[in-house]
């Protein structure tokens, strides 16, 4: 069964706009992170937050954790045409190796 | 340096023949794992290989998936006798050494085609 639920399914927005993803967990986790796809084809490890961590950034980038509500967000500023994609929160619990993924955010940035 | 790579990076194939598919992971890193994407199913975990130990074989699907990692490299992922329902993306990655918060880096995937 999927662990992650990204919210939402899809999101449409103009070049320049932010964009914010919603992931949301079931258990117990070691740490969650964020992958972008495109085309349906490889994954691209963009952040990785551990659960004593609130909050990252990389370049355009902002991963919040939020373990009471067992959620994150990832947040792109300024977006750009070059971000659509699909985007998925995958988990991390323990020891455990297996990343339990989302199904799924799909972003189109329109230019 | 060169990132994991697949091959073929598309296999359409007949049903009730077998495939095999390959994974070159990241020189250096110990931990392989093969995870399939499929439309109704999302990305599953398939088998996970950290250096000489026994592989961790639980999210195969049926006795027809096999996997093996020579020499702790190159992995092959084989299916037996495919069925239209093995159509999905075979995607591999490697990580450093296999830790809970170790990053996991993804191949471009084999898309399977089973007609």
């Known amino acids: ?111 | 340096g060169a990132g994991v790579s697949q091959s073929p990076s598309n296999k359409v194939t007949e049903k009730g023949k077998d495939v095999e598919l390959r994974c070159d992971p990241i020189s250096g890193h110990t931990a392989l794992y093969w995870y399939r994407q499929s439309l109704g199913q999302g990305l599953e975990f398939l088998i996970y290989f950290q250096g000489n130990s026994a592989p961790d074989k639980s999210g195969l699907p049926s006795d027809r998936f096999s996997a093996e990692r020579t020499g702790g490299s190159v992995s092959t992922l084989t299916i037996q006798r495919t069925q239209q329902e093995d159509s999905a993306v075979y995607l591999c990655a490697s990580s450093l050494v296999g830790q809970g918060t170790d990053t996991q880096y993804f191949g471009p995937g084999t898309r399977l085609t089973v007609l």
């Open chain 1, 1 to 111: 069964s999927q662990q992650g639920e990204e919210d939402p399914q899809a999101l449409s927005i103009q070049e320049g706009e932010n964009a914010t993803m919603n992931c949301s967990y079931k258990t117990s986790i070691n740490n969650l992170q964020w992958y972008r796809q495109n085309s349906g084809r490889g994954l691209v490890h963009l952040i990785l937050i551990r659960s004593n961590e609130r909050e990252k950034h990389s370049g355009r980038l902002r991963v919040t954790l939020d373990t009471s509500k067992k959620s994150s967000s990832l947040l792109i500023t300024a977006s750009r045409a070059a971000d659509t994609a699909s985007y998925f929160c995958a988990t991390g619990a323990g020891s455990n190796y297996k990343l339990t993924f989302g199904k799924g955010t799909l972003l189109t940035v329109n230019p």
